[in-house]
């Protein structure tokens, strides 16, 4: 076959043009630090990549959700503590209300400060966490405790009511499992296996304070204070045991975002030696092309007539 001028000028732009393709790919790569800019680059790197990201969002997701227990454990937990130390005072004070030493007067002024206790207690169980109510169930929207306003001194308490169904508010935490989020409002302030309820409790332990000798003795009420600090100590303990859980779930959550970060790397990212070896290696090629096609191609006709 006869080689023409024109086939050797032809095939030196097409190879400058697959240098230049190259040089082109390795400087976006450098500047972008990605193996590919669009999915046509690679089809089915795109498509790996793709799943990759879509598993490291589903990580950060679970990784948010968390963070809502985690708020409403913290909180919860808080508030239980700060029932534990109101329901401590209230036995000290039994204890020193019971004694011969205390008088009427003396039993009057502490039946006071339990009526402070009460109130303050009140609001722990009407604790709110993102302006929900945390001791009610899924309820978040109605206060567990309400004042009523036909008698100010009076509380209309959820748990006594026969209606009262606590549900639990479960949050998925990752795939397939969810976490309940609340403790029973009930267990805490309400009644269980028939005792009185802890408001009740307090009620009559400030009528006897008061004098009012029907409701038994100040010992009775030693009792039944310390079997309210006990469900507050078992629901803590339940409560306990789920942060430990999620602990272990966020934990989890850490690993597969470290590994779904490392394996998306492995995909996308550019090795930048590997990339700036080709691409000084591509400099030399495409200069030595140069050089080479100057002196391939020959003077023409009209060289030789100028």
């Not at 000290?92 to 011969?100: F, M």
């Not at 803590?236 to 430990?244: C, K, P, T």
């Not at 690993?255 to 700036?276: P, W």
Request: glycine share 4%.
């Amino acid at each position: 076959m006869r080689i023409t001028q024109s086939m050797i000028s032809n095939n030196m732009l097409k190879n400058l043009t697959n240098s230049y393709s190259q040089l082109d790919t390795y400087m976006n790569q450098l500047s972008t630090g990605k193996k590919i800019n669009k999915p046509s680059d690679n089809p089915v790197l795109a498509m790996n990549a793709m799943g990759y990201r879509t598993e490291l969002l589903k990580v950060e997701q679970y990784q948010q959700t968390t963070n809502e227990v985690h708020n409403w454990y913290d909180n919860t937990d808080a508030a239980l503590n700060q029932a534990t130390q109101a329901m401590q005072r209230l036995r000290d004070l039994a204890v020193q209300a019971s004694s011969d030493t205390y008088g009427e007067n003396e039993r009057k002024n502490v039946a006071e400060e339990v009526k402070q206790i009460k109130l303050d207690l009140i609001d722990i169980a009407n604790t709110k966490v993102n302006d929900k109510y945390i001791f009610n169930g899924t309820n978040t929207a109605k206060a567990p405790i309400e004042r009523l306003s036909a008698n100010p001194d009076t509380w209309n308490i959820s748990y006594n009511d026969a209606a009262y169904q606590f549900k639990s508010v479960e949050i998925e935490v990752s795939d397939g499992s969810s976490l309940q989020a609340n403790v029973d409002g009930n267990k805490v302030f309400g009644s269980i296996d028939g005792e009185k309820d802890l408001f009740s409790t307090i009620d009559d332990f400030i009528a006897k304070l008061e004098g009012d000798d029907s409701l038994g003795n100040l010992d009775e009420s030693l009792g039944e204070i310390d079997s309210s600090i006990d469900n507050i100590i078992n629901a803590r303990a339940d409560l306990g045991a789920r942060m430990n859980r999620l602990e272990l779930v966020e934990n989890r959550l850490s690993e597969q975002e470290i590994v779904a970060t490392q394996t998306m790397s492995n995909n996308e990212d550019i090795d930048y030696a590997e990339v700036i070896t080709k691409l000084i290696t591509q400099e030399s090629l495409h200069r030595a092309a140069l050089s080479a096609g100057a002196r391939i191609i020959q003077p023409t006709l009209l060289d030789f007539l100028r």
